[in-house]
């Protein structure tokens, strides 16, 4: 009754699961989330009143039974023990210092949370380079979308989607790939759909008729790892045909200013291609032609007419959204992929103009502002900032009061590798569970346990805590403010609805607190005041206060100053660019690092489920979702199954030269005959023991857990 809705607390906040960024009203009575329901609607941007089924009811993981409500610590015996935060914390120092004053500053990393508010990351930054002394501080994005961030920065300036979320709606077209939508973006999908069914044209280019190919216009399927020959072709139809935005290329495409001739070498000259490659139309138009319908067809599986029938209906749209995800970034090749697409969307003039761009869906609630803007990165103050550039870092270390080396860090994937060779020695793992995100978990299990120190800090003792010295409890979004970023640069409120769970603290607090007792003061009251100083030294969140963010209901980035309303959609004049112009580049051939052979004859890839978040930490413990999804499993084609021995339901083993794991088959032909595809969600069939740690972007470091060669056989066959 009213009595009792008048006793809960209600709060207008951002949803902490993904990056679509919607808003409703959580209520809680104090003990627990009882509720989810949709805001005003023009308070909720994004998602205007729907939400999908995480948002609406995944919240028993906040009050679960074993979230962690005190510190931890080794006994003499090596087992955990609860502790006080006093001993916690000087566990935590001393372990810090005794690795600075044996081995230096630089062996000890941090991995920031993609989950925690914007406020939290920018300390996390600020905390590895001023208390830690170590430029290595890096975060999940590593793992996904770095290759979209190095290539858009490389092509148009900002590493981020050029559109906002309506774009979607009003797009003529939208092309999506590697993508799986009404899985893992629900909500945007929803709008994809109701634009589809308002008559805009879906093209859709991937691996897996994935269910929102069943709205398409066109299905392509593709074979994973060749996404830069596909989409050169589709350039280099439109540029033979004469289709191309001829009066955008020319007055904001970069001219062709030729140094030498173009290199067509192998892909394992990838690296030093990358500091070759050619810029310009010209350069383009040029390199894309060795894609030839014949090429194309060989190499991913896409017929001469299907190019066709998607290059002329992208040309022949007024305004084209590229929409992807994880398949065309998830390679040794992510950022080539990228920089082709990002030439697609520049020769077709689809930039800076309603219901056009580029929107990479980010993944993570907060892995745009968090994982990016707020710079926990080994090469980037907030804001994108180079490290190496004097100015800047002068700026950072005058505001910090700290020395920052100009090397850069190493990037979470090489921080292992890094291990391995002694060069890392402590990690500081918040909010990310690396035991199974990593590519090659064997080699991460066997990392992690090697670590000379690790502190965790999350809300669990997930996989990655079983291998931690100390484990701090921090507590989720329902129980904390700031902000977090979503996939379209808009920055929300997230407000707290609860009290933190037992002892637990915002991870804002963990570290000020630590800090302090690493001889610093900090002295931060509310995460709003950490948002005045990253206001202060960031200039595209120059204007982004929270008070600010609160009346209008979010700000999209750019927002230079205190007037300055945000920017709906990016490069509408110009780029961000030195000379203002697209800087397009020459993608040549790529393939993946491990290609199928007679040994292991099958590519694998991997992705998500509705009803599942990543490792599991959050849906796992919702009775509701694990009814839906309760274990992962492989999707094969039915011809493989046959050649394989494999029925449906029964349970396979699949190997690669990593390492080998057991889940049911599904013998479906969502996936072609080639392919064979396994969710990421559980650590009993950790799908990243098959994939490779050691095949990263040359640019972005992004491992390839897109590809991996593997074979299936029977799990009883043995
Ligand atoms: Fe949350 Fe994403 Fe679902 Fe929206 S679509 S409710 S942001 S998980």
């Known amino acids: 009754g009213d009595k009792r809705l008048e006793e809960l607390t209600v709060e207008d906040t951002t949803c902490g699961y ?58 003499e015996n090596g087992e955990f023990r609860e502790a006080t935060w006093d001993e916690a914390y000087s566990r935590v120092v001393e372990g810090f210092d005794r690795i600075r004053d044996d081995h230096g500053a630089e062996s000890l990393s941090l991995i920031a949370s993609s989950k925690a508010t914007n406020e939290e990351n920018y300390l996390m930054g600020k905390f590895a380079r001023q208390v830690l002394g ?135 000259d990838r ?101 990016g803007d707020m710079g926990p990165l080994p090469d980037n103050f907030p804001g994108y900032q180079d490290i190496a550039d004097d100015e800047l870092r002068a700026k950072f270390e005058d505001a910090w009061d700290c020395e920052i080396s100009p090397e850069y860090g190493y990037y979470t994937t090489q921080m292992f590798l890094a291990a391995d060779r002694g060069d890392i020695r402590g990690m500081y793992i918040i909010g990310e569970n690396a035991a199974l ?50 996939t379209d640069r808009t920055v929300q409120m997230v407000k707290q609805v609860m009290e933190p769970k037992g002892d637990s603290r915002p991870d804002w607090e963990i570290l000020q607190d630590l800090a302090n007792r690493m001889g610093r003061e900090w002295d931060y009251e509310s995460s709003a005041e950490i948002m005045e100083e990253v206001n202060s030294v960031t200039p595209i969140y120059g204007g982004m206060t929270h008070e600010r963010i609160e009346a209008e209901g979010g700000l999209q980035w750019p927002c230079w100053d205190e007037d300055h309303p945000g920017t709906k959609r ?10 203002g112009k697209a800087n397009l580049q020459a993608v040549g051939y790529s393939e993946p690092a491990e290609t199928p052979d007679s040994e292991y004859p099958l590519s694998l890839t991997t992705g998500r489920v509705l009803y599942q978040y990543h490792t599991g930490t959050m849906t796992h413990r919702s009775d509701g979702m694990m009814q839906y999804t309760p274990s992962d499993f492989v999707e094969v084609h039915p011809e493989t199954a046959g050649e394989f021995d494999i029925e449906s339901g029964e349970m396979v083993t699949i190997e690669s030269r990593r390492g080998e794991i057991v889940v049911p088959a599904q013998v479906t032909d969502r996936v072609g005959p080639d392919t064979v ?39 009883d066959g043995t």
């Open 18 to 75: 993904c990056a679509v960024g919607c808003r409703f009203d959580l209520y809680s009575d104090g003990e627990e989330i009882l509720a989810a329901r949709p805001t005003a609607e023009e308070d909720a941007p994004v998602n205007g009143i729907s939400t999908c089924v995480k948002g609406k009811f995944g919240y028993n993981f906040v009050n679960s039974d074993d979230r962690l409500t005190s510190p931890l610590v080794r006994d």
């Open 570 to 579: 990016l490069y509408e004049e110009q780029f961000n660019t030195d000379n």
């Open 134 to 268: 170590t430029n290595s501080v890096d975060n999940c994005n590593r793992l996904c979308h770095s290759s979209t961030v190095a290539g858009l920065a490389q092509s148009y300036g900002y590493g981020a989607a050029s559109v906002s979320t309506e774009d979607l709606e009003i797009a003529d077209c939208i092309l999506l790939t590697g993508s799986n939508t009404t899985e893992a973006h629900p909500v945007l999908a929803t709008r994809i759909k109701q634009n589809v069914r308002d008559g805009a044209d879906l093209l859709v280019f991937d691996p897996r008729e994935v269910q929102i190919a069943e709205y398409a216009t066109q299905y392509s399927r593709i074979k994973p790892g060749y996404d830069a020959v596909w989409i050169n072709g589709l350039i280099r139809h439109i540029i033979n045909n004469d289709l191309y935005d001829k009066e955008f290329v020319e007055n904001r495409v970069t001219g062709y200013e030729p140094e030498e001739a173009p290199d067509h070498e192998a892909a394992d």
């Open 677 to 715: 595809f396994v969710p990421i969600h559980f650590a009993e069939s950790a799908v990243n023991r098959l994939t490779d740690e050691e095949h990263l972007d040359p640019a972005a470091a992004t491992p390839e857990y897109k590809v991996s060669a593997v074979r299936i056989s029977p799990a």
């Open 437 to 486: 995100s990593e590519p090659g978990v064997n080699h991460a299990e066997q990392v992690l346990s090697d670590l000379d120190f690790l502190v965790v800090q999350d809300l669990f003792v997930n996989e990655t805590a079983q291998y931690a010295d100390v484990v701090l409890p921090a507590c989720s979004f329902v129980e904390k403010t700031g902000t977090f970023t979503n």
């Open 271 to 371: 690296e030093e291609r990358v500091d070759k490659r050619e810029t310009g139309f010209e350069a383009v138009k040029e390199s894309v032609q060795e894609f030839t319908p014949e090429v194309v067809e060989e190499v991913t599986g896409v017929p001469h007419e299907e190019v066709v029938s998607a290059a002329e209906t992208i040309a022949a749209a007024d305004a084209c959204v590229f929409g992807w995800t994880l398949g065309l970034t998830e390679h040794s090749h992510g950022t080539e992929n990228v920089l082709a697409m990002a030439n697609l969307a520049a020769i077709t003039g689809n930039l800076g103009k309603p219901g056009a761009g580029v929107s990479p869906f980010r993944g993570q609630n907060n892995v745009q502002g968090g994982g």
